[in-house]
């Protein structure tokens, strides 16, 4: 029997913990959690501005991304602006309306990665920052490659 990898485990211990973090939110708000993902995605990475953005970097399909951005924008927490020259895309802005969500959404972020965080030491701490800069070097290079 093959031994379980401890980094895969803890990547999906770590989403399935930040989705029952978030769930409580986004029944009060009234949101599907995807919807409340793409916004906080589309707020926190601004360099990312469409769709078809969302679903190659987060990986939710398309039928699933265009649903939700159809409700949020329903909502008035995003609009749709024409790119110019490019009459086939459109870009993805949150709202004004969006702000209190997304300022909640972000102080939510911000306490589960302090309970996650908690009880580890400041140097161990350090550490970890310099493995994760260090795996982040890794991933580019291997995304470069893969281009």
Do not use: W
Not at 66 to 85: I, Q, W
């Amino acid at each position: 029997m093959r031994e379980k990898n401890p980094s895969m485990e803890f990547a999906n211990k770590t989403a399935l913990a930040y989705s029952a973090v978030c769930k409580p939110l986004c029944q009060e708000l009234g949101l599907p959690q995807t919807a409340f993902d793409i916004l906080l995605f589309l707020a926190n990475n601004p360099t990312y501005k469409t769709a078809s953005d969302i679903v190659e970097v987060r990986h939710i399909k398309a039928n699933l991304v265009s649903v939700n951005v159809d409700k949020l924008v329903h909502e008035g927490l995003l609009t749709r602006c024409p790119v110019p020259n490019d009459r086939r895309k459109t870009e993805l802005l949150c709202t004004e309306k969006a702000q209190p969500i997304i300022q909640r959404g972000r102080a939510l972020q911000e306490t589960f990665f302090d309970r996650l965080l908690n009880g580890i030491d400041e140097a161990r701490l350090n550490v970890f920052y310099g493995t994760l800069e260090q795996m982040g070097r890794n991933l580019d290079e291997i995304l470069e490659g893969e281009l």
